[in-house]
């Protein structure tokens, strides 16, 4: 049972241009979500999060955005850079616990 | 600083074998997840430990899953009697004390495939 969902299993951007990582949830429950990125041969790691209470939050060139009524969170990164290239996770949880549910991932690529 | 290191890196085993997966948290870490990943779809939470406090065992998907860990150090995640749906590759996570979610720190994993 996949309670989160990413159905773009990969995204080529050219550098520069902004690229758009979508997500889908199932379980109304959820209400802290966050973004981890996975380089080859390496453990994911934390990239950005939103509560629920937000629709919006922004660290840099990565910005998250929440849509509750839809379900769907997405993140957008601009510009895109070369290393930006990796695997990337959406994640969620219901106030915060340690259950949290990944999505399989979409596999980014930035061409210089 | 050192990270979360887990071993072995790559796991080949026979179906029907016993395997053991490794991780060393980040010291002083006092929260530790183990996770697994199957061919296309997400991490799939296994079991937390937190301290002293009894683990979370709650993701465990079967009997032949256990998982040790003494004190805040090593950890180990035992699958007893392999089937070829366990291969898969397991992460292990380390936390500080009472660190919020973002604050997992991932090993590079160990991809454990049965034959």
């Known amino acids: 049972d996949q309670q989160v969902k990413q159905n773009s299993p990969s995204l080529s951007v050219q550098e520069g241009r902004i690229s758009i990582l979508n997500c889908d949830y199932t379980?109304?429950?959820?209400?802290?979500f966050l973004w981890y990125k996975k380089y080859p041969a390496e453990g994911p790691t934390f990239l950005i999060s939103?509560?629920?209470?937000?629709d919006k939050n922004e660290d840099g060139r990565f910005t998250v955005f929440l849509n509750k009524s839809a379900k769907h969170l997405s993140l957008h990164i601009v510009p895109s850079q070369p290393g930006d290239s990796a695997v990337y996770f959406c994640a969620a949880s219901v106030g915060g616990n340690n259950d949290m549910r990944f999505g399989a991932g979409t596999r980014l690529t930035v061409k210089p | 600083g050192a990270g979360v290191s887990q071993s072995p890196s790559n796991k080949v085993t026979e179906k029907g074998k016993d395997v053991e997966l490794r991780c060393d948290p980040i010291s002083g870490h006092t929260a530790l997840y183990w996770y697994r990943q199957r061919l296309g779809q997400g991490l799939e939470f296994l079991i937390y430990?937190?301290?002293?406090?009894?683990?979370?065992k709650s993701g465990l998907p079967s009997d032949r899953f256990s998982a040790e860990r003494t004190g805040e150090s090593v950890s180990t995640l035992t699958i007893q009697r392999t089937q070829q749906e366990d291969s898969a590759v397991y992460l292990c996570?380390?936390?500080?004390?009472?660190?919020?979610?973002?604050?997992?720190?991932f090993g590079p994993g160990t991809r454990l495939t049965v034959t």
């Open positions: 996570a380390s936390s500080p004390s009472g660190g919020a979610l973002y604050e997992q720190y």
């Open positions: 430990f937190q301290g002293n406090s009894a683990p979370d």
């Open positions: 939103i509560s629920s209470i937000k």
């Open positions: 379980n109304s429950m959820f209400d802290y």
